[in-house]
C-alpha cells in the first residue's frame, strides 16, 4: 500500500502524559498536513510542512503540540502534558505541491486522553 | 461563523434511493472545490475536486455541481448502496494561501 500511513491507530493515554504520533506521506509528496478532527465536526489545520520546512501553524497549535519533519519525509506530532481536551482524531494528509494538487489523508490516530 | 456550511447535517436514506448533499460556503477568493467521503474511524477519501470554471463533476453514482456566483455546490448520489454510508465533507480552497476550509460533513445511512 503506497498510501498515507499513520501510526499508532488508536492511543489511549492518561491526562498528564506524552504521546507521539508518526505520519508516512505517500513517498513523492513534498507537503504534509496534521489536522485534528472532533467527533461530528471537520478537521481542522494545525500545521503543514514543504519538505523539512514547518511552513504555517495553526493558533489551536499551542506550545504543547510539536511537530517535525527531519528528513522531508515521514512526520511526527507531539503532545505534551496532555488534556482530556486533546482527545481527538489526528489526521495526516500529503501532496505534491499546492493550488488543486489533491491531498490525501491517511487513516489517522484516535486519541482518547483519561 | 464557519466559512463552509453544509445542510442536512444527517440523512437517513433507503437503498436503491438518490439523494443530494448542499454546501453553501463563504470563501473569498475561492480557488478550488472538493468533496471527500469519510467512513467511521478512517480518513477522508477525495471523491471530486473543482475548479470554479467547472460547474459539474462525476465520479461514479457520485456527481458534484458548482455555482461560483451563489457559491454554492452539491453532491448527488444516485441509487445509494450501503456501502455509501458515510461522511461527506465539502472542502473549499483559498486562493492564494491555499488554505482548506472544511465543512463539518453530511451524516449520510443508507438502510436497507
Known amino acids: 500500500d503506497t498510501g498515507v500511513s499513520q501510526n499508532p491507530r488508536h492511543k489511549i493515554t492518561k491526562r498528564g502524559q506524552n504521546v507521539t504520533f508518526r505520519c508516512d506521506p505517500i513517498?513523492?509528496?513534498?507537503?504534509l498536513y496534521w489536522y485534528r478532527q472532533t467527533l461530528g465536526q471537520g478537521p481542522e489545520f494545525l500545521t503543514y510542512?514543504?519538505?523539512?520546512?514547518?511552513?504555517?501553524k495553526s493558533r489551536l497549535l499551542s506550545d504543547r503540540f510539536s511537530a517535525e519533519r527531519p528528513k522531508g519525509s515521514f512526520s511526527t506530532l507531539e503532545i505534551q502534558r496532555t488534556e482530556q481536551g486533546d482527545s481527538a482524531m489526528y489526521l495526516c494528509?500529503?501532496?505534491?505541491?499546492?493550488?488543486?494538487?489533491?491531498?490525501?489523508f491517511g487513516p489517522g490516530t484516535r486519541l482518547t486522553v483519561t | 461563523k464557519n466559512q463552509v456550511e453544509q445542510s442536512p447535517q444527517s440523512l437517513i436514506i433507503l437503498e436503491g434511493k438518490n439523494c443530494t448533499l448542499q454546501?453553501?460556503?463563504?470563501?473569498?477568493?475561492?480557488?478550488?472545490l472538493r468533496w471527500y467521503k469519510q467512513d467511521t474511524g478512517r480518513g477522508p477519501v477525495s471523491l471530486t475536486i473543482?475548479?470554479?470554471?467547472?460547474n459539474t463533476k462525476s465520479n461514479g453514482r457520485y456527481t458534484a455541481t458548482l455555482d461560483a456566483d451563489t457559491k454554492q455546490s452539491s453532491l448527488h448520489i444516485t441509487a445509494s448502496q450501503l456501502s455509501d454510508s458515510a461522511s461527506y465533507i465539502c472542502?473549499?480552497?483559498?486562493?492564494?494561501?491555499?488554505?482548506?476550509?472544511f465543512g463539518k460533513g453530511n451524516q449520510v445511512v443508507v438502510i436497507p
Open positions: 473543482m475548479t470554479f470554471s467547472e
Open positions: 454546501c453553501n460556503y463563504t470563501v473569498s477568493p475561492f480557488s478550488n
Open positions: 494528509a500529503s501532496s505534491r505541491g499546492q493550488g488543486k494538487h489533491e491531498q490525501y
Open positions: 472542502v473549499v480552497s483559498h486562493y492564494g494561501n491555499n488554505r482548506l476550509a
Open positions: 513517498s513523492e509528496h513534498n507537503r
Open positions: 510542512f514543504q519538505n523539512e520546512a514547518q511552513l504555517e
